[in-house]
T-cell receptor, first 113, second 114 residues
Framework: AQTVTQSQPEMSVQEAETVTLSCTYD???????LFWYKQPPSRQMILVIR??????QNATENRFSVNFQKAAKSFSLKISDSQLGDAAMYFC??????????FGTGTRLKVLA | KAGVTQTPRYLIKTRGQQVTLSCSPI?????VSWYQQTPGQGLQFLFE???????NKGNFPGRFSGRQFSNSRSEMNVSTLELGDSALYLC?????????????FGDGTRLSIL
């Protein structure tokens, strides 16, 4: 079965510090795509970062980077220099060999001033 | 470019009624997906439409149905509403719905069942 699991319902980080959100997935496919989405309290979901499974290099977008471990089926998101505006629900998702997006249950990130 | 537009933003219904939600994708996008979001469950995939055809379907009962029009606008219908249908319903569009393409989400419709 294709699944995406986020085991941290809630995380907190001090402003300017670094935090890592965890995500694991399961698929028997070798080619797939993984995503992190952010849903601020205003509700609209936006894409944070994308990773192609066939690329060994970890994706980076400014303060956001991933640690993609294909063999371990792990896809964590690192946020550096955390800002108050980073407070949101973060969802890990994947199109694990299909056209369907499979989402994790989300991690609520609190940023403390 | 205008983003994904969902109407209405809020709906209150009673058990047994039916409801229709609307989604207008980003101009040029041909794929529209629907999700149900509830606390603790994350986003559950309902279905995806591409060029007026349902291409993928999630594990929801037949009370949940949808369609897509020639202008790519999509509607989702839920019949015989149950209390458990209370949720935020999100629509997302992408240009062709490929597995590599990010989804662009609307603000959602908050459905409350009394």
């Amino acid at each position: 079965a294709q699944t995406v699991t986020q085991s941290q319902p809630e995380m907190s980080v001090q402003e300017a510090e670094t935090v890592t959100l965890s995500c694991t997935y399961d698929t028997s496919e070798s080619d797939y795509y993984l995503f992190w989405y952010k849903q601020p309290p205003s509700r609209q979901m936006i894409l944070v970062i994308r990773q192609e499974a066939y690329k060994q290099q970890n994706a980076t977008e400014n303060r956001f980077s991933v640690n993609f471990q294909k063999a371990a089926k792990s896809f964590s998101l690192k946020i550096s220099d955390s800002q108050l505006g980073d407070a949101a629900m973060y969802f890990c998702a994947g199109t694990l060999g299909t056209y369907k997006y499979i989402f994790g249950t989300g991690t609520r990130l609190k940023v403390l001033a | 470019k205008a983003g994904v537009t969902q109407t209405p933003r809020y709906l209150i219904k009673t058990r047994g009624q039916q409801v229709t939600l609307s989604c207008s994708p980003i101009s040029g996008h041909r794929s529209v997906s629907w999700y149900q979001q509830t606390p603790g469950q994350g986003l559950q995939f309902l279905f995806e439409y591409f060029s007026e055809t349902q291409r993928n379907k999630g594990n929801f009962p037949g009370r949940f149905s949808g369609r897509q029009f020639s202008n790519s606008r999509s509607e989702m219908n839920v019949s015989t509403l149950e209390l458990g249908d209370s949720a935020l319903y999100l629509c997302a569009s992408s240009s062709a719905g490929g597995p590599d393409q990010p989804q662009h989400f609307g603000d959602g419709t908050r459905l409350s069942i009394l």
